[in-house]
């Protein structure tokens, strides 16, 4: 179903025209760019690996199959950093490291499954009970709302709902799971579920009441 | 006012039980309780169904989201990591022994981090530094080490120790040891900081050795290549570049101790950098002796035994540790 064709979006978007071929001085300069993209490279995985190979590894379920996909990652990076400079190479490593782990578990058909079959019982029928003169929400949402406007409303959430929330729909996790990783009680977990359903039907669905938006993250941090 | 609380409180229960329903085990309500209520409260039942319509729709940009929870969870965890590198790096050598890496008070104003490693006598410890450099302490050597953004500085404050440095022309490698300065890209090169004077020795790349004194500041006085070494004193005002043996500066790195035709008393010198027990010399006579040895310096009775059975000498134990050398009668 999925194929063995992990697309990077960082490195697709460079593409084949990355500039090359300018004479003289500038080719060296950018031999010189490029030869210190691959020493801040080489310096950001040697510092990050155990730590990258070992957050794999708990996401995927073993050590081998981290490894590989760590040394997938570091070979990406690699040739990223051959076309284009980078400005902040743990960045890079740590987007291509989450990225390369969500496509080895969405081939797995671990993560985002209902992204290729939406049968989730309770959600699926609740739509198609709604009547079908009115807009569903849903659709009243995809024409309202981009892409962009949903992952801003993720993105505003706090930062614990916005975890558990992520984890529950995205990765696939139970709240029992969830509760283990964020050292917190299931109810506390459901709670944070509850608070981001609710930030995010403000944002996203009741834009009548949107003057009362949600406060600036960083000031919510700590309390 | 009252209309608005029931809002609220209809809001509360629509998004109750839709993390109820989310929770992704099979533990969700009873669907009887769940239709009792949608058929009690129909306008919180629509108020359900739009929430759980919106988070269905939401899963469109359920990877994007995930993408960038997943590298926020990298960047925690290399946050954490990085507070504890500095520790995590440190691997003892000599066994038994624990090496004491302590945050200095500028950590706590959040410059950047001066750490100090320090071994005690006898002990010998391999540090890995967070450029990537890797710094071996011989024994009783305290150095304090500071990484900048475009700098790297290290103050041997006591004692001799190996640095392999990463190259990185953006950021020197400083190492001071007294008022001897060393400046390098990336190389190998021992500095041992005795009493009177400062040795440089380097085993591959190139190394600035600067030097100040109490009237001149800092000039350098020798740019060293591979296989040079640099006695920097006091009393040298321009000191001389010569070769060194590398098997006898370098053996402290494995453990050992050698020497070729050293007169023992220079010898008892340096091996009394390694153990706590002093080695004295009690016969004037063999103060010139010449040695030629190697010596394990794991063990002082070991050492001690082997003086005794090749040179000729006897060792004696004072009431106060200290050990005498005599010659032995014939």
Known sequence: MFKRTPHIRLIEDTGSEASGGEPGSSADLDAQAKQKNIRALEACIKTNHSMLVGWIAKKVGNQDDALDVAQDVYMRVYRFANVEVIENPQALLFKTAANLAINELKRRGRILKRHVQVDD????????????????????????????????????????????????????????????????????VEKYMMDALKRLRSRLLKKQTATVLPMPRRSRRGS | MLAMNSKQEQDDQAARWAA?????????????????????????????????????????????ALEEEWFHELETLAEEKKRQRWFAGISSVAAGFVVVAVMAASMLFGGPEAVTFETVKGQRSTIALED???????????LVALFEDDQRHIVVERGEAFFDVKRDEDRPFTVAAGDTNVRVLGTKFNVRLGASSNVVSVLSGLVSVAQRTDDTPKREVALLHKGEQVIVGEEQANPVVGRFDEGSVLAWRTGKALYRAVPLSDVIKDLNR??????????????????????????????????????????????????LLYARET
């Not at chain 1, 659709?139 to 981009?146: E, F, N, P, S, W």
């Not at chain 1, 409303?153 to 969830?178: H, N």
């Not at chain 2, 990537?132 to 305290?142: A, H, R």
């Not at chain 2, 010399?281 to 310096?297: C, H, K, M, R, Y």
Request: proline share 5%; glycine share 4%; net charge negative.
């Open chain 1, 121 to 188: 019982e309770n959600v699926a029928q609740t739509v198609a009970d709604l009547p079908a003169d009115d807009p569903t929400p849903e659709q009243a949402l995809g024409q309202k709302q981009g892409v962009g406007a949903m992952m801003e409303a993720i993105r505003a959430l706090p930062e614990k709902p916005r975890t558990a929330f992520v984890k529950s729909r995205f990765e696939d996790k139970t709240y029992a799971a969830i509760a283990a990783e964020m050292n917190v009680s299931e109810s506390t």
């Open chain 2, 132 to 142: 990537g450099s890797v710094v071996q302490l011989n024994t009783d050597t305290k």
């Open chain 2, 20 to 64: 109820r329903m989310l929770s992704g085990d099979n533990r969700t309500p009873a669907n009887l309780d769940l239709d009792d209520w949608k058929s009690e409260n129909p306008a919180e039942a629509k108020d359900l169904d739009e929430l759980l319509a919106m988070t269905q729709s939401l899963d469109a940009v359920g990877e994007q």
């Open chain 2, 274 to 323: 390694y153990f706590d027990a002093k080695l004295e010399i009690g016969d004037p006579s063999i103060e010139q002796l010449p040695v030629t040895a190697t010596f394990n310096l794991n063990d002082q009775s070991v050492v001690i035994d082997a003086l005794e059975s090749a040179f000729s000498i006897m060792a004696v134990k004072k009431m106060d540790g200290v050990i």
